[in-house]
C-alpha cells in the first residue's frame, strides 16, 4: 500500500511538472536566450522519464532499488519545479515593466546577463540529473510506455496567432491553484491501476469491523 502511495505521488508530481512545462509559450520560450535548447531538453527528458513511470510504480512494491529510483526523480522533479517558479515570476515581471515602458527589452540588460547564466546552470546540473536517472531506468530494464490517453498533450502556443497583452494571466502562474485537484485525481486512477479498494463506513458501522 505505502509503496503504491509513493509511486503514485512521484507520478502525479512528474505529470503536472510536465504539464507546465509544455504549458510555456514558444514566445517566452524564445526570450530566455542562453538556456532556451537546456529549457527544450527538460522538456524531452521528462517525457522520457514519463514512458517508464508506469512500469517503475509496478516493479517499486518488490524492487527497494525501483523505490529509490523513484525517490531520486521526485527530488530532481521538485528541482525542476523550483526553476520554473523563477522563471515564471521573472516573464510576470518582465510584462509589468514593459507594460509601464519602463523598459524596451528586459532581456538585453546587464542586469539580466547574470541571470541568464545562474538559469542556464540549473538547467544543465537538472538535465545531467535526469540523464542519469534515464540510464538507471534503462539499466533497471523498466519498460517503456509510449504517451497514451491519459499523458499531457503539449499545448499549441501558436496556432490561433493571438497575442498576449500584458495583463493576460500566465496560464503556468495561475494554473498552480489547479494542481493539488490534479494532483488527487491522478493519484486516484494511479492507485486504482493497483487494484486497490476502499470500505466507505456510515457513522453507524464506525468501530464495527470488516
Known amino acids: 500500500m505505502e509503496e503504491a502511495v509513493v509511486g503514485a505521488v512521484v507520478g502525479a508530481s512528474v505529470q503536472i511538472l510536465l504539464q507546465n512545462l509544455l504549458s510555456i509559450p514558444e514566445q517566452e520560450i524564445n526570450l530566455f536566450q542562453g538556456f532556451k535548447k537546456g529549457l ?3 522538456q524531452n527528458s521528462f517525457l522520457m522519464i514519463q514512458d517508464f513511470l508506469d512500469d517503475a510504480e ?12 523513484l ?3 521526485e527530488a530532481v522533479a521538485y528541482d525542476a519545479d523550483d526553476v520554473l517558479d523563477e522563471l515564471n515570476y521573472t516573464v510576470l515581471r518582465r510584462k509589468i515593466k ?21 538559469m542556464a546552470q540549473k538547467i544543465k546540473n537538472i538535465n545531467e540529473k535526469l540523464e542519469l536517472i534515464n540510464q538507471e531506468a534503462t539499466g533497471f530494464g523498466l519498460q517503456m510506455r509510449f504517451a497514451g490517453a491519459h499523458a499531457p498533450n503539449a499545448v ?6 493571438r497575442e498576449t497583452d500584458s495583463y493576460t494571466a500566465d496560464p503556468i502562474v495561475l494554473g498552480r491553484e489547479d494542481d493539488v485537484s490534479g494532483i488527487v485525481e491522478i493519484i486516484t486512477s494511479q492507485l486504482n491501476k493497483c487494484c486497490l479498494s476502499f470500505q466507505l463506513l456510515g457513522w453507524e458501522d464506525w468501530g464495527r469491523q470488516p
Do not use: E, H
Not at 110 to 118: E, G, H, I
Not at 156 to 161: E, I, K, L, P, R
Open 71 to 73: 525517490k531520486k526523480l
Open 98 to 118: 514593459k507594460s509601464n515602458k519602463k523598459v524596451q527589452t528586459f532581456f538585453s540588460r546587464s542586469n539580466s546577463v547574470a541571470f541568464r547564466r545562474k
Open 40 to 42: 527544450k531538453k527538460l
Open 156 to 161: 499549441s502556443n501558436t496556432a490561433d496567432g
Open 58 to 69: 509496478m516493479q517499486q512494491v518488490t524492487n527497494k532499488a525501483v523505490k529509490r529510483w
